[in-house]
Each structure stands twice: as structure tokens, then as C-alpha cells.
């Protein structure tokens, strides 16, 4: 131990790491969902890397399943109507939904936003020619 002076003995020297584990010191920068972290070895190496951790005292908010599904059915009924010029209002809705369908799949909602984006790329494009076909069937 310490002598009165303050020096340290001969027989109280610290321990030398154990070169099987890696100390590493992190320094964490981002939100509550996904940091960054600077990795620094003992050797004097660096690296980067995202590592995601789950911040317990707030938990992700609720995917936006309402206004997804929403934005879709006025996006179909606008590209369904027979009323000319409708797409004009139903591409921005469908565009809408599938930017809340990545929200959501973000968000934890994987059903829908799977099924958002699948419908609302696919299944708009067969609304809206139905719609045309029955425009044009009009005249």
C-alpha cells in the first residue's frame, strides 16, 4: 500500500490488463433510438459504428396507422372516379401514404407498411386504369 510519503510500494504495483478482453471507450453521440459511437482501442486504433440500444424511459411513439390507411382510401377514390383530372389530388394522397408507410414501418408497424407500399404502388396504378376504362367507357 501507500506509504506515508505517498509513494507506492514495490509489492502494490496495479494489475496489467488482461489482453483477452479489449477495454473500449465509447462516447455516445445521437437520440434516444440509434447512437454513434467513436470507438477507441488501448492501442491507439480507431473505428466507427452505429449501435442501436433501446432507451427504456421512452419508448418509440406509435406508428401512424390511421392516417396511412386514410391517405390511401382518398388516394384511390380520387384515381377511381370518373370525374376528370382527379389524379391531381390522388397522386399527392398516394404519395403521402407512402411516405407515412415508411414511417410507420420505422415506427415498428410492419404490416402496415408493408402492406401500404405494396398497395399503394401496385394496387394505385390498377385503380387508377380502371378509373381511365371507365372514363373512357363513359364517352
Known sequence: MDD???TMGK???PAAPDDSVQQVET???GGPQF???QFST???GMSFGFSSYSDSSRPLP???VVATWLCLAVAWLALGSKIPFTVLIGLPFNI???FLATVSLGRGGLFTGFSVLLLGT???LVVYLVGLFRFLVMF
Open 96 to 98: 403521402a401514404a407512402l
Open 122 to 124: 401496385v394496387g394505385s
Open 4 to 6: 506515508a510519503a505517498g
Open 42 to 44: 488501448p492501442g491507439g
Open 62 to 64: 406509435k406508428p401512424p
Open 27 to 29: 462516447e455516445r453521440i
Open 11 to 13: 509489492d502494490s504495483l
Open 35 to 37: 447512437s454513434y459511437e
